[in-house]
């Protein structure tokens, strides 16, 4: 087989080169031939590297063709850096190496072509007659298209012009290798594309399904649009870097948008350092209505856990704010202080802090007159500390007041030193609750400064009197004292209809709200309506009939809080490997639960009141009383001595003779349990006035 002579000359000039390689920068380190070598390699390595970063056919071609010149520059290099001929003749090695390549494998000459020669000894083309020339394909029409789209619409055709469209443009994305967008068009004018999914362009272009895209083509100037034409973008590269690092626009997208918070979009995300929280900001299309939010989802996809108490989600309108906490909020411990105690102008003060880590504000009056109080927790779940920072409070405002307690501890008798009164047992409450409604007759004829008789306003100037705030601690078993326990419910439900009109407010504090337990539906209407009720860690089971007790709709009724805001320990599988108990649970819930100033409950902590440091510098210096006039008016009226006496003589009624002992009720009308009221004592005592005439006439001899 005969060789060509370009391939003949290529292999005589890589053996002439060769020792002039390996001899050149020995004899004659600075000669030309060296720069000559050198400058040739630079080129070389510049025509490989433009090679490469063409896009048109035949790269491989042309590195090959530029390599040569490359190899012999670092031949060259090789043997002006090393001393004499190199080790084991180092320089004569790597140029023979070099001629060998040359020699060894097909010249490079033979890579200039696309085809190679036919050869010499085969025999001439018989003359034959040329067909007709083919029809041009649909998919490679002559319109000048460039290479992308050619090679766009060679794979279309190959899958077969799914659709029965054609494809008039590929567009590469910028900065992407593999993402394009290719505009389609129907092969016949006048027909809409039918038929054509995700499923199909993926399969063309051999990618996966989610990530092509299918769009509608609005019309523009110079080009048609509608039905006949569709866009395709197909983004492999894009999805994989979303997947793999996502901005927060994408990942709100699809890991919020597309399951917790449906339909939400991503506004902004600010970072508080100095509080450690993370606040995410969205909204929802107004269309859609109120933001829904599945909050156990929302933890997963913000990698926590619904009860470790770290997420809050915000509502307002249209948007939405999460909250999520590097720890608990609620685990926290916020020390009670003067200054959060003390009533604004408004009569707002700082109970605690709410979940998202805004201030949670109670009051001591509202624009109706003296605020109640309703404080509803399980024993150790803070009721005496929330109901400590309320006595503060009414106490820095300057009101007067008074605690009765159905059993005595030790916070509550505390407390009692920094009020006008305290006492424990059922008797103790009924007689302040008979003051109270006194108290209401009396203030509702005293006259103010200009002379006239008013309801009880503190923004008004010429109040004679101060407002009286009466705490009744558990309060429910106190309603069920055989004795007495009829009289209480009744007298604490006439003050919360009425005793707001005459600065006389009741915060009453128990267990339970339930009407079932003996708390009258008008009493806890009353309470409701007139202050901001305050409820801490409530059983689970318990939370749905606690808020619907308070009027919360159903919509409203929160989760239950979680038993321990503390972050489990880990390692369980090794301590069971090991055969070790588990730590024990921390039960830091308390002073934890809702406030429920409007329609929907907020968590909160509250404030945490140190009693064992001591709780003096909570409290003004003087204790509140009541007026020199009130005073008198309750003297008359045999309400004012010392609460804690035995019952008197004829307090409770007149005094059973002792031939009619067994026969005669006790102590004003015998043992009623659970709360019940006689339908002659809810039918006589309708205002302050009555009452008080029924309570001169029992204590008549």
């Known amino acids: 087989m005969s060789v060509p002579r370009s391939v003949a000359l290529e292999r005589t000039l890589y053996t002439l080169a060769a020792p002039v390689l390996a001899a050149a920068p020995n004899l004659y ?24 970063r063409s896009d048109e056919p035949g790269a491989g071609r042309k590195i090959l063709r530029w390599s040569p010149l490359v190899l ?38 033979r890579h200039t072509r696309r085809r190679h020669r036919p050869a010499l000894a085969a025999p001439a083309p018989v003359l034959q007659l040329q067909p007709a020339a083919p029809a041009p394909s649909p ?13 766009a619409r060679v794979l279309w055709e190959q899958a077969g012009m799914p659709g029965r469209t054609h494809i008039v443009t590929a567009t590469r994305h910028p900065g992407q290798r593999h993402d394009m967008t290719i505009l389609l068009r129907a092969s016949e004018t006048g027909r809409p594309i039918t038929g054509l999914s995700e499923e199909i362009v993926a399969a063309a272009f051999g990618v996966a399904t989610a990530d092509i895209t299918l769009a509608d083509v609005p019309v523009q100037p110079g080009r048609q649009g509608g039905p006949g034409w569709m866009e395709a973008h197909i983004t492999p590269d894009a999805n994989e870097r979303r997947r793999k690092a996502p901005t927060t626009h994408e990942w709100w997208a699809d890991q919020i948008a597309s399951g917790p918070v449906p339909g939400s979009k991503f506004v902004k995300e600010v970072r508080d350092k100095e509080r450690r929280v993370t606040h995410y900001i969205a909204q929802v ?13 929302l933890a997963a996809a913000l990698k926590t856990k619904y009860d470790e108490g770290r997420l809050f989600v915000t509502v307002d309108g249209s948007q939405i704010l999460v909250s999520l906490w590097d720890s608990s909020p609620l685990a ?40 109640h109080g309703i404080f509803v927790a399980p024993s150790g779940g803070g009721k005496t500390q929330l109901m400590g920072l309320h006595v503060a409070a009414d106490a820095l405002w300057g009101a007067v007041v008074m605690l009765a307690t159905e059993a005595p501890d030790e916070k509550t008798a505390a407390l009692g030193k920094h009020t006008a009164r305290y006492g424990v047992g059922a008797l103790y409450m009924l007689r302040l609750l008979r003051t109270m409604v006194a108290l209401m007759e009396i203030r509702g004829e005293m006259p103010w400064e200009d002379g006239q008789a008013h309801e009880w306003d503190p923004t008004r100037p010429g109040c004679p009197y101060r407002m009286l705030s009466a705490y009744l601690d558990e309060f429910l078993s106190a309603a069920r004292h055989g004795d007495y326990g009829a009289e209480i419910m009744d007298l604490a439900e006439l003050v919360s209809v009425k005793g707001r ?37 409530v059983a689970p089971k318990k939370v749905g009939e606690m808020f619907k007790a308070l009027g919360i709709a159903p919509e409203h009724i929160p989760d239950p809080l979680p038993r321990s805001f503390s972050p489990a320990e880990k390692g369980r599988i090794e301590r069971i490997m090991r055969g070790e108990p588990e730590p024990p649970a921390d039960s830091n819930t308390g002073g934890a639960g809702w406030i429920v100033e409007a329609k929907q409950p907020e968590v909160l902590r509250t404030l945490f009141m140190d009693f064992k440091a001591g709780i003096d510098g909570y409290f003004p210096d003087t204790i509140a009383t009541l007026t020199d006039h009130e005073i008198r008016e309750l003297e008359a009226r045999d309400l004012w001595f010392d609460w804690t006496e035995p019952p008197r003589p004829g307090e409770f009624g007149p005094e059973p003779d002792d031939e009619d002992d067994d ?8 043992k009623r349990r659970g709360g019940g009221k006689s339908t002659a004592r809810r039918d006589a005592v309708t205002s302050p006035r009555q009452a008080l005439e029924a309570i001169k006439n029992l204590s008549r001899v």
């Open 663 to 670: 026969d005669a009720p006790k102590k004003g009308g015998g």
């Open 332 to 371: 926290q411990v916020f020390p009670a202080t003067r200054e959060l105690l003390t009533p604004d102008k408004d009569g707002r003060w700082v109970t605690g802090y709410l979940g998202n880590g805004q201030p949670a504000r109670n009051r001591v009056y509202t624009d109706r007159g003296a605020a």
């Open 285 to 297: 299309p107004d269309e859609m209505g109120e933001p829904r939010v599945n909050q156990h989802t």
């Open 139 to 151: 998919a490679q029409p002559h319109d000048g298209a460039d290479l992308l789209t050619r090679q």
């Open 29 to 52: 380190p600075d000669s030309p031939v060296n720069t000559v070598v050198q400058l040739a390699g630079a080129a070389g390595v510049g025509g490989c590297f433009l090679a490469a």
């Open 72 to 109: 012999a520059a670092a031949v060259d290099v090789a043997a002006k850096n090393t001393p004499g001929t190199g080790p084991w003749y180092m320089d004569v090695l790597l140029a023979a190496g070099w001629a060998a390549a040359g020699l060894l494998v097909m010249p490079f000459s």
């Open 501 to 537: 009109k005459y600065g006389v407010g009741l915060k009453v504090a128990g267990q339970s709200i339930y009407v079932q337990d003996g708390f009258t539906q008008l009493l806890c209407e009353n309470l409701r309506d007139n202050c901001i009720p305050v409820v801490l860690k």
